[in-house]
């Protein structure tokens, strides 16, 4: 187990915090957070962090997560008056757009099998991390946002928040969830 004690300079305040502004790479060697000028890596060998080339161009940009190779990340980005979800590698480049017209993106994860799982306004979604047309997985229901789902190891069951709140983010009333996506079975 390793501890370490890592102070974001005031001059890179977060963005976005509610959204879930820091990811940890799988293998934990790197860690990248979201501030107002773009996303920040920080190498675990390294001393500072540096900026990822290409998303100090966003300017709306939600819920980093590594992939599972820990060299690409995928995120929420505003384009065009429209969020998509897109990926870029940790190196900076350009972002590859993996699903236009993304509603929101309330938290997400990158699973081993390439599937990124994200919520947005209708419940939890599934994409290919090569892109395509996102799928539902899980209706939101009586819910007002299902958010921040996890693949468990089984590759079946997906940990996930849901919160009846319609508004803010007041997670006073909010559930931990579990849901088979065979099965669709659910429990609290």
């Known amino acids: 187990t390793n501890r370490f004690t890592y102070e974001i300079p005031a001059t890179q305040p977060l963005r976005n915090a509610n959204r879930g502004?820091?990811?940890l790479s799988p293998d934990g060697r790197r860690l990248a957070y979201n501030t107002t000028a773009g996303v920040y890596l920080r190498e675990m060998g390294e001393l500072e962090a540096r900026l990822i080339s290409g998303t100090d161009?966003?300017?709306?940009?939600l819920t980093p997560v590594f992939s599972p190779d820990g060299q690409s990340l995928a995120y929420g980005e505003g384009q065009n008056g429209r969020l998509a979800l897109v990926k870029m590698a940790i190196t900076g480049g350009a972002p590859v757009v993996l699903a236009n017209d993304v509603s929101d993106v309330y938290g997400a994860s990158w699973a081993t099998d390439n599937t990124i799982f994200y919520g947005d306004d209708e419940g939890i979604r599934r994409v290919s991390g090569n892109g395509?047309?996102?799928e539902l997985v899980i209706a939101k229901g009586d819910y007002?946002?299902?958010?921040s789902p996890q693949l468990l190891p089984d590759g079946e069951t997906l940990l996930f928040s849901a919160t009846r709140a319609r508004g803010n983010w007041a997670e006073d009333d909010g559930q931990v969830v579990l849901a088979h996506l065979g099965t669709g079975q659910r429990k609290v």
């Open 21 to 23: 502004a820091l990811a």
């Open 57 to 61: 161009k966003a300017r709306l940009l």
């Open 132 to 134: 395509g047309t996102p």
């Open 144 to 147: 007002g946002r299902l958010a």
